[in-house]
């Protein structure tokens, strides 16, 4: 991390410890971070030391973000291979098939909505 992209008040993850950390304020004279952890104890860091922590529907929807392309090429191409193997349907057959399947995955997901109703956009 940057000391820009530290804010009083946040949380923050030690990279060496994976103690987290909240932050108090920053020390310019030592260039240095002061943050308290679970026990009240006092750290002294640098903003290369830590991470940012994030909440597990940040993480929820990270994963989701990131699972979606692949998902989405798993059911396009598997019709895809599909059809040129067995050559058994028209083209536009296997367009609504592919449709209706990203469709289902689609309803599968939690809506945008949804995700922002819980601070995880």
């Not at 009083?8 to 310019?28: A, N, W």
């Not at 903003?47 to 597990?56: I, L, M, Y």
């Not at 067995?86 to 609504?96: A, F, I, N, W």
Request: charged share 30%; hydrophobic share 35%.
């Amino acid at each position: 991390m940057k000391d820009t992209d530290i804010k009083l008040d946040m949380c923050v993850r030690h990279k060496e410890t994976g103690t987290e950390l909240f932050i108090e304020y920053y020390h310019e004279h030592d260039k240095l971070w002061v943050a308290i952890d679970e026990f009240g104890h006092d750290w002294f860091f640098e903003a290369d030391d830590v991470e940012p922590v994030k909440s597990s529907n940040h993480v929820l929807s990270d994963n989701i973000h990131n699972d979606v392309p692949s998902k989405v090429r798993e059911i396009v191409e598997g019709h895809l291979k599909s059809n040129e193997d067995l050559k058994c349907q028209h083209s536009l057959e296997t367009l609504d098939e592919i449709i209706q399947d990203l469709k289902q995955y689609q309803d599968s997901l939690p809506s945008i909505i949804d995700l922002e109703c819980v601070g995880a956009l």
